[in-house]
Nanobody
């Protein structure tokens, strides 16, 4: 059974930083992973995604501020978030999809497996 566990959320002031971690457990076959977020009353949106070959895609809203990385040996991805803004406040979810090809890395509807989420709150 595919399982994802994310952590690292918290409350920070605008301009601060956080680092999120997601571990993919019980992996089966090739995969890609991504970070997504959803604030109260808003639609879910993609943040950043990364494929097994290292291909990365960011949402325009976070490009230049967030960095996604992976450690394939640990089945783990990270999201370094810098220069956080109140608009970044959301529940952040880690997701994975089992595929040898991973186009559209930030389209959340393409992902199959989801973690429980970790809350990020940015105050002004």
């Amino acid at each position: 059974q595919v399982q994802l566990v994310e952590s690292g959320g918290g409350s920070v002031q605008a301009g601060g930083s956080l680092k999120l971690t997601c571990v993919l457990k019980y992996k089966y076959g090739p995969y890609c992973m991504g970070w997504f977020r959803q604030d109260s009353g808003k639609e879910r949106e993609g943040v950043a995604g990364i494929a097994g070959d290292g291909t990365i895609e960011y949402a325009e809203s976070v490009e230049g501020r967030f960095t996604i990385t992976q450690d394939r040996s640990k089945n783990t991805i990270y999201l370094e978030m810098n220069s956080l803004e109140p608009e970044d406040t959301a529940m952040y979810y880690c997701a994975a999809r089992i595929s040898s090809t991973c186009a559209y890395l930030v389209r959340w509807r393409l992902y199959e497996y989801w973690g429980q989420g970790t809350q990020v709150t940015v105050s002004s």
